[in-house]
């Protein structure tokens, strides 16, 4: 008896701890479904139903950045000293002798070059051609919105300039003089044989563009046209002046003047070109805003 009564208080004692686990789980089970309904209740204002939805994010403000001022007259001044450096060393290096013991010395004094491509004259005119067209671009948008009609042939400006900036660094002229040449053989003014076909573009260009002249500011249209002409006198005037003296002297001293000229006079006519179309610019859209987060046209 004594022995049958200890086992049962053992396995009476196993009995209750074995019960002992699934109530502990319960237990915790309540606390934490009670933290859970108390934080829902302070978080939802005791509506179970339909929670708060959360607040929107507060957007950061962007501070406007203040308007780019551009010096129009110290860009000009800036571009007439740059020309007036790049052509005052080009005519010393017209004045080196044409024999240099040094072959490397010579091959980096030939970038200073007047009369030739991949130079730092041509380079500063391309550059100067590329700029022109893209301020041309800007006038043409502006126009749009301001004259209509005058957009177009401010985009055909635009992209004649472009052309020039390529034509600056490829010389397609002078491949087109040479495919010509090979049909013809032509002598005096028309020794570079390219000017035959430039010569009737250039009239019909003229022709195009007088109206727009025209329609344009009074001093803008006069202007622009003093800036075309001068460019015009220097890459295609003085072309045909240098064709005859090419063809009867050769590379002689009056030749290399010819090569200044023309130089000059280009890079004139291109910086009367560029501060013209700023003016424009300041007249027509004297506040120029650009707008980069404007949507795309469907």
């Not at 004094?109 to 067209?133: H, I, K, R, V, Y």
Request: with cysteine; net charge neutral; aromatic share 8%.
């Amino acid at each position: 008896m004594g022995l049958g009564t200890g086992r049962r208080r053992r396995s009476g004692g196993t009995d209750r701890g074995r019960a002992g686990t699934p109530s502990l789980m319960l237990a915790w089970l309540a606390a934490a479904a009670a933290i859970g309904l108390g934080t829902a209740l302070m978080s939802g204002g005791g509506n179970l139903a339909s929670p708060r939805a959360p607040e929107p994010a507060t957007p950061v403000p962007i501070e406007p950045i203040p308007a780019i001022r551009v010096p129009r007259r110290s860009i000009e001044r800036t571009l007439w000293g740059l020309a007036a450096a790049i052509l005052i060393l080009g005519i010393v290096h017209l004045m080196l002798p044409a024999t240099i013991e040094s072959p490397g010395l010579r091959l980096y004094l030939d970038l200073l070059s007047l009369d030739g491509e991949q130079t730092l004259p041509a380079w500063f005119s391309a550059t100067m051609m590329a700029g022109c067209g893209l301020l041309m671009v800007v006038a043409g948008l502006v126009a749009r919105l301001r004259e209509p009609a005058n957009a177009a042939p401010w985009f055909v400006l635009a992209a004649a300039f472009v052309y020039f900036s390529l034509d600056e660094t490829t010389s397609i002229h002078e491949k087109i003089g040479v495919t010509i040449a090979s049909l013809h053989r032509f002598s005096g003014i028309l020794t570079f044989a390219w000017v035959v076909v430039a010569a009737p573009l250039l009239l019909v260009a003229l022709a195009a563009l007088v109206p727009f002249l025209r329609r344009l500011p009074a001093p803008i249209g006069r202007r622009l046209f003093v800036a075309g002409l001068v460019f015009v006198a220097g890459a295609f005037g003085c072309e045909l002046i240098g064709g005859y003296i090419w063809n009867t002297q050769g590379a002689s001293t009056l030749y290399l003047l010819e090569v200044i000229a023309e130089e000059a006079l280009e890079m004139v006519g291109l910086i009367l070109a560029i501060g013209v179309v700023l003016d424009y610019l300041a007249l027509v859209a004297p506040r120029l805003g650009l707008d980069l987060a404007a949507p795309d046209r469907t």
